[in-house]
Every structure is written in structure tokens, then in C-alpha cells.
């Protein structure tokens, strides 16, 4: 029994060394590689124009609307994706 417990406190502690030496190397891994390759600041697109919807598809979108909604959906603004 005493061999026992004494194996089981051996191996937790063994475990949890490496286990945090394996989270300070990777601390360490981590900090020199931002220096080395530090991230790219991300570019910001602006936003684009609308363009405008030709009449036809908007008379289309309506008639879909007020057809779903029977006539009492209207259709106050519609935008590109």
C-alpha cells in the first residue's frame, strides 16, 4: 500500500514538471517568434458605393413582397450585399 501512494505522488509530480516545463518553453517559443515576425496589422477595406438596382429588379422584389406578405409587406430599402 505504502508503495502505492508513494508511486502515485512520484508520478504526479512528475507529471506536473513537465508539464510546466512544457508551458514555459512554449511561453518562450511564443514571445521569440513575435519578435522575429511580429503580425500584420490587417487592412481596413472601405466600405464600397452602393450601386443603384435597376427598376425591373425592384419591381420584382416588390411584387415577391407583397405577394408573401398578401399585400400588406412593403418594400421601404433594399441593398447590395
Given at each position: 500500500?505504502?508503495?502505492?501512494?508513494?508511486?502515485m505522488i512520484v508520478g504526479m509530480t512528475t507529471v506536473f514538471a513537465v508539464l510546466l516545463i512544457i508551458i514555459c518553453l512554449s511561453n518562450?517559443?511564443?514571445s521569440i517568434v513575435n519578435r522575429i515576425a511580429p503580425a500584420e496589422a490587417e487592412k481596413?477595406?472601405?466600405?464600397?458605393a452602393p450601386r443603384p438596382?435597376?427598376?425591373e429588379v425592384m419591381e420584382v422584389i416588390s411584387l415577391t413582397v407583397s405577394k408573401i406578405t398578401?399585400?400588406?409587406?412593403?418594400?421601404a430599402q433594399v441593398t447590395e450585399a
Open positions: 500500500m505504502n508503495t502505492g501512494i508513494t508511486l518562450v517559443l511564443i481596413v477595406k472601405a466600405p464600397a438596382i435597376s427598376p398578401g399585400g400588406k409587406g412593403k418594400v
